[in-house]
């Protein structure tokens, strides 16, 4: 994919189709809840690590993501 800096972050621009993968979260719920996201878009499973660090910020997340149609286990 093509990566794109802005001012306070950045932007990833994905290959054309998201297949699998491994994400490894640094413990850092932002970078969880964005790999939770990019998963809605991937053929196969993608596995999250650290996935507990989003209570740092959105303790109910799980929950409201089940809610829009989201799937996910936890293992």
């Known amino acids: ?31 969880v809840m964005s790999a939770f996201i990019l998963g809605t878009a991937a053929e196969e499973n993608i596995s999250v690590s650290d996935i507990f660090s989003v209570n740092k910020s959105y303790p109910n997340f799980f929950e409201d993501f089940k809610a829009i149609g989201g799937k996910f286990s936890i293992i």
């Open 1 to 31: 994919g093509i990566t794109a800096e802005t001012d306070d972050g950045f932007i990833v621009f994905p290959n054309e189709n998201i297949s699998h993968g491994e994400i490894q979260g640094f413990n850092d719920h932002r970078i």
